[in-house]
């Protein structure tokens, strides 16, 4: 088995970093939703604190990185591991805003109350950050099988 590359690390924090933030920011909506709770003011600072958790560790473990002389390449093989993961990442937002597209006109069609737009927010912010995690471990997936 080969040294892994720095995109390759650098996938790997990538991936574990959205996954913590990702894991912190869901929890605490999904506290929210149970609660009943759709404060803005309350989400805007759990969103602030995800992404100021998402940079520090992104920003820590590139410059371990750095100071350990890695260095980053970006030659015909990383243009097209990154071509791959965009068009997988692309075609899983067409899916998952036109599921939750249905999901609000079943919403509004079939039920009763309000479509909650707190809910479909974050819907939509899921679908992203799936479609984004499903990328980069497809990018690290072709980068491990020799693409």
């Known amino acids: ?39 803005v003011g309350d989400i805007a600072v759990v969103a602030i604190i995800a992404v100021i958790l998402l940079i520090v560790i992104e920003a820590g473990y590139h410059a371990v990185m750095a100071a350990r002389g890695d260095v980053e390449t970006d030659d015909e093989r990383d243009q097209g591991v990154r071509l791959r993961g965009s068009a997988l990442q692309r075609r899983l937002l067409e899916i998952g805003v036109i599921t939750v597209i249905g999901h609000i006109a079943f919403g509004s069609l079939f039920a009763p109350e309000r479509v ?7 819907l939509l912010l899921a679908v992203l950050v799936a479609a984004e995690l499903a990328a980069r471990g497809f990018e690290l997936w072709l980068y491990r099988r020799g693409f």
């Open 1 to 39: 088995m080969n040294d892994w590359s720095f995109n390759e690390k650098s996938l790997v924090a990538t991936i574990l970093a959205q996954v913590l933030t990702a894991t912190f920011y869901f929890e605490e909506v999904r506290a929210m939703l149970a609660s009943g709770n759709r404060d």
């Open 116 to 122: 909650d737009l707190f809910l479909i927010g974050n």
